[in-house]
Every structure is written in C-alpha cells, then in structure tokens.
C-alpha cells in the first residue's frame, strides 16, 4: 500500500522544500523592557529607551525579527517601544532616536521562500505567561510575508547554531532546525495582532515551556523581485502576572503533502481534513478527560481557496460550526474569537473544510508551501494545554491513483514523487506527471472528489516535538455523519436575502409596507 509516511515523501514532517545555499543569516538582537521603567534594549550597540505602561499588569515586551528583534516606527526604521495596543492597559512611549536597522534579510528573486532562523527564550527565571503577540510586518512588505510560524525547538540543541538563519526545509540546513515541530503561534496575510482572554496565557520559564524557538517566515515574491531585504516579524509581551490556564495551539486540518490534489478546471472542489475521534479520544483521555476550551480560531488557505469552515461532531452528530468563512479572502487572514468558548471532549472530532475554485488553472494544485499550491489547515487556541500539537489526516495515496488507471508503482521507492511502472502510458513518469496527463474534464474531476471524500485517511496525531501518540499513522474510514448542523445565518446572508426580496415586496405593498414585515427591515 502507499501510505502517507516520511519514506515515501522523503521530506520533513512539515512538507516538503526547496534547495538555497546556506546564507549568512541576520543577527539576533532582542529587547526585554519592563515598560514602568526605563529600558534597556539588548541590542548591537546597546540603546534605551523610555515606556510607561498603566493598568492592571506589568507587562514586558520582547520581539522577533527576521534581523532584529526591535520595534517599527514611523520612518520605517526599527527601535524601541512605541505605542503598541494592550486592552485594558495604556501604552505611552517616547522613541530613542538613535534608531538603527540591523542585518535584514535578502529575500530570493523566486516565487516562494520560506525564511528560519532559532532564537531564544528570554530567561525569565520564573513562570510568566504570554498574553499579546503583534505582528512587525516591514513598511512596503505588507504583500510580500504571507504568514509567519513560531515553532517550540528542542531545549537542548546547540547554542551556536542561534543568530544563524537558514532556508527551511533544505536538505544542508542545521539538523536543530528539524526538531523545531511545535507550533507555539501563527499569524497570516492580513492579520492584526492578537490578545489572549483574561484567564488564559502562553506560558514561559518553566521546564517544558519553550527554551527556543524558531521563527518561520514565508515570502510570497511572484513578481521575482530583486534586491529585497526584510526586517519583518513578532513582538510578545509577557507578564509575571499569571493567568488561571495554560493556553495552546493545535494544528489542524489536511496533512500538507503531494497527496493533497486537486483537479484542474473545477468551479468547486472540496477536501476534508480530519482531527479524528480516535486522535481526540487518546490524546484527551490521558491528558484532560474534562476537555479543553477553545476561544480562537485561525483558518489558513492559499490563492484557490474560497471558503472554510472548522466542522465539530460528538456522537456522530455536528454541532455548531466552530468557526467559519464563507467569502475567504487569501490577503486577509488572522484568529477569529469564538463568541462563546467550545468544549472538545474525548471522543469529539472535527473536520477542517476548504472549497477551492481551480478553474483557470490547466494543471493539478498539488498540497504545498508556495501560494500557488495549496493548504487546508485550522490553528485552534485552547487551554489548559495538553500535549497535542497536530490532529490532521491525509487521503490514501492508493485509490487516486487507482482513479486515472494507475495499476504498478516502482518498488523500491528511491525517488520522490515516486515513479510509475503501469500501465503503458503512465511508465517512467512520477505520479504528479501521470496526474497531470490524464485528460481532467468537470464530470471526472466531480467524481474524483467524490471518491477521495469517501477514501481511508492516514492519521496524523502528535505530540509536542518528535513524540507521537499510538494512533499516529494508522488507517481509518471517514466517520460516518447521523445529522449535520444548520448553516449559521450571518448578517451578511440576511443582507443579501433581504436585498433579494424587498423589491418583490414593494411592488406589492408600495412604500407602506406591514407592521409585521418591519423587523425584517
């Protein structure tokens, strides 16, 4: 059988990558800053700044930038603390001007780079909890950083490979890089920056919190322009005010992979990825049979994606949608709050859906980094943290191929994407070629979908860093729905509706329409 397993993909966990020589990376420089006071901002040379910060909390402010780990300001430069939004609190700042921008990163004339570099923890000494983080996004660069990853890295990986970045997922980058799988935070195209609630915080300084991260920076560059370097991305602030929970993030949705494809031409095409009962029934069992609360949700789709939603069943039965975008626009993503925080319990599942529209496009979307392929994930924040990092699922390779008439693949597998053996007119072609040669049509496209609805999942259920859980990598049916939930009415929906219908009802009732009607208006 071809299963979705790391021999077959030959990659890392994540996806697969692309190939750069190893680059001098920017250097680190980041700033602690308790803003009642003076600040010392730790960087090369040392500057200081001054922050005042009144209401409720003590808050302390570090940043992650690509080459500096400092704040914009006004003149698109980079320094010390100024004016960043913290509800229930206000911020006033006084700008050193003795600003200065460090080492940026050079950005490759090609389509897509993904940009990683490791930084570390403050050492805070104690137990604090993260409770806002913004994005930095470089003035002009607004189009160019498609989203940014914060990954949790092992704490014991090598010192010297820190202030050194490195193009993700090519074969020569440091193997600490690789063992950088927890995502701590995401943030995409379009967002804004995001406060966790009251109760809740990302915790650092104790013995499995992060010791150091890495900061993965994905520039979308089609125009293939040259010359350009980026100082973009976080600032975290930080309080040794704790908060009642842990909070966490869990990714969910469709394994990224080759095995994600779709057909070319399509108005619409669906794909399912499944955070699966048996996923959550493990995992939430041994670590909190109470459940978990999720109070954020961030959906993610590239440039064919047109609408999401992060579907919640128990018992076979679909509950409310736990969140939804039925006009998914790719340049404006970012966590959506939930109006009223959801409980997961053991045995739940959830279903990561993306609709896509390929109809301009003549060959197939493969699942992928570059914005021209394609995602279908959900980041969901929770708390209280639980070791669960990734609840997704891939569609068997198996049947797909079975789908275009694919009857041998060549054993052993030495390449990727591996190479068909028969019939004929696929021979010595890989399976992507071979996708792209058989002659797609709406009708086959539509029953292709059908069939890889229908279609074994590879689970996909991990830990935090490498660990997984027992269901990792085993073979489950699709659940099998009893009722689904009612489509929520948006006030846009009601909107168009009523738009719809209004001029039907003055041409009956004129400009006097009746009392009963009026709460429709």
């Known amino acids: 059988m071809w299963t979705a397993t790391g021999k077959f993909t030959g990659t890392p966990s ?35 700044a001054r922050c005042e910060l009144s209401g409720p909390t003590t808050a302390r402010m570090w940043g992650l930038l690509a080459p500096s780990i400092m704040e914009r300001i006004g003149d698109g ?5 100024s004016n960043p939004q913290l509800p229930g609190t206000s911020l006033r700042g006084h700008n050193s001007s003795t600003c200065r921008t460090l080492t940026q990163v050079p950005v490759p004339s090609k389509d897509t780079t993904y940009w990683c570099q490791l930084f570390k923890i403050p050492d805070v000494q104690k137990k604090h909890h993260i409770i806002r983080i913004e994005p930095l996004i470089q003035r002009g660069h607004e189009n160019l950083v498609h989203h940014i990853l914060l990954y949790q890295c092992d704490s014991g990986l090598n010192e010297t490979e820190l202030d050194l970045g490195h193009e993700c997922y090519h074969p020569n ?61 976080l600032r975290l602030y930080y309080t040794p005010t704790l908060r009642r929970y842990d909070a966490s993030v869990i990714e969910m949705g469709v394994w990224v992979s080759l095995y994600h494809m779709l057909p070319p031409g399509l108005q619409e095409y669906v794909s399912e990825g499944h955070c699966t009962q048996e996923c959550l029934q493990e995992s939430l069992d041994q670590e909190m049979p109470s459940g978990i609360r999720v109070f954020a949700v961030l959906m993610h789709s590239h440039l064919a994606g047109r609408a999401i939603r992060v ?60 914005t021209r392929d ?22 068997e390779i198996t049947g797909q191929l079975k789908f275009i008439g694919v009857k041998k693949i060549q054993i052993p597998v030495t390449t990727w994407p591996f190479i068909i053996k028969s019939p004929k007119r696929y021979s010595n072609l890989s399976f992507t070629e071979a996708m792209d040669k058989f002659k797609w049509s709406k009708k086959r496209g539509k029953a292709f979908n059908e069939m890889v609805l229908r279609l074994p999942m590879n689970v996909r259920c991990s830990k935090r860093g490498q660990e997984e859980w027992s269901i990792q990598g085993t073979i489950v049916s699709p659940p099998e729905i009893k009722s689904e939930a009612r489509p929520p009415t948006t006030p846009c929906s009601a909107a168009t509706k009523l738009s ?22």
């Open 14 to 48: 994540r996806t697969t990558g692309w190939s750069t020589p190893w680059r001098t990376a920017p250097t680190l420089s980041w700033h602690s800053a308790d803003c009642s006071t003076p600040a010392t901002l730790m960087t090369r040379p040392l500057r200081r």
């Open 500 to 521: 719809a219908t209004l001029p039907f009802l003055l041409l009956f009732f004129g400009s006097s329409l009746p009392t009963h009607l009026s709460p429709w208006l």
């Open 311 to 370: 579907r919640h069943f128990r018992n076979q039965e679909e509950l409310p949608h736990l969140a939804q975008d039925d006009e998914f626009d790719f340049n404006f993503q970012e966590f959506q709050y939930l109006t009223q925080e959801r409980l997961l319990l053991p045995g739940d599942s959830l279903i990561t859906e993306c609709k896509y529209n390929t109809r301009g496009r003549k060959n197939m979307t493969w699942g992928g980094l570059s």
């Open 77 to 81: 430069r980079v320094c010390g603390c």
């Open 173 to 233: 980058m440091p193997d600490s890089f690789l063992t950088c799988e927890t995502v701590v935070f995401a943030w995409a195209i379009g967002g804004e920056g995001f406060t966790y609630p009251p109760h809740a915080g990302l915790s650092i300084g104790t013995s499995i919190d992060p010791v150091y991260v890495l900061m993965e920076v994905h520039y979308d560059n089609p125009a293939l322009q040259q010359g350009v370097v980026d100082s973009s991305g």
């Open 374 to 395: 394609e995602m279908c994930l959900s980041y969901l924040l929770y708390y209280p943290r639980v070791n669960l990092a990734r609840c997704e699922s891939l569609p």
